[in-house]
């Protein structure tokens, strides 16, 4: 598979087979976020794949909205540490963006699908305390991962090339 065909197939995806994916497949999907491009090489961004315990804490934490977090059999917190000065603040956060598409992307090429959630309880005391996310971090999402039940979905309906590029004189 190359990159475009990765690119141009990997769906998001919220139904699956209740198998974790294994530790080291795992691995691969997550080493992928090393290559992103990042200024002044900060790799600012942070993972934590939730195990037994700590997916207990997040769903106590999220009360009703547990249900939702039983979907992947693979979670895995994605956040980054900003730099103080808030243009490098902003450049960590484009740069973990980044490595998050190149694990999603990673995943896609192993056979893996995933889907890229935010989840407003990760901005709180409790999401955070449940998940071992310091103060100084913030969360972009919340990854799934796993195998899909079935076809992957139809991909949504998306505007063309016309209407986000132009060619200057
Ligand atoms: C930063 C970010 C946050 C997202 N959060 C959600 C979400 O909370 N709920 C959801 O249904 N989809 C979420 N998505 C997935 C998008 O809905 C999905 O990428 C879009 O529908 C296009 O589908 P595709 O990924 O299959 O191409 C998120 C995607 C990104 C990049």
């Not at 917190?77 to 980044?98: L, R």
Request: hydrophobic letters at 40%.
């Amino acid at each position: 598979m190359n990159v475009l065909e990765a690119i141009h197939e990997r769906r998001t995806v919220k139904k699956y087979e209740p198998i974790p994916v294994p530790r080291e497949q795992l691995e691969r999907i997550l080493e992928a976020a090393r290559w992103a491009p990042n200024h002044r090489m900060t790799q600012p961004w942070r993972f934590r794949v939730l195990g037994p315990v700590s997916l207990g804490r997040l769903a106590t934490a999220a009360g009703e909205g547990a249900k939702k977090l039983m979907r992947a059999p693979t979670l895995v917190v994605a956040s980054y540490v900003p730099s103080p000065i808030p243009i490098h603040a902003a450049e960590d956060e484009q740069a973990t963006s980044c490595a998050i598409y190149a694990t999603l992307l990673a995943a896609h090429a192993e056979g893996v699908s995933s889907y890229w959630r935010t989840i407003n309880l990760l901005d709180t005391e409790a999401g955070r305390v449940a998940t071992g996310v310091p103060a100084n971090e913030r969360v972009l999402g919340l990854l799934h991962f796993g195998t899909a039940i079935g076809e992957l979905p139809d991909p949504p309906e998306r505007g063309g090339i016309d209407e986000y590029v132009t060619f200057l004189d």
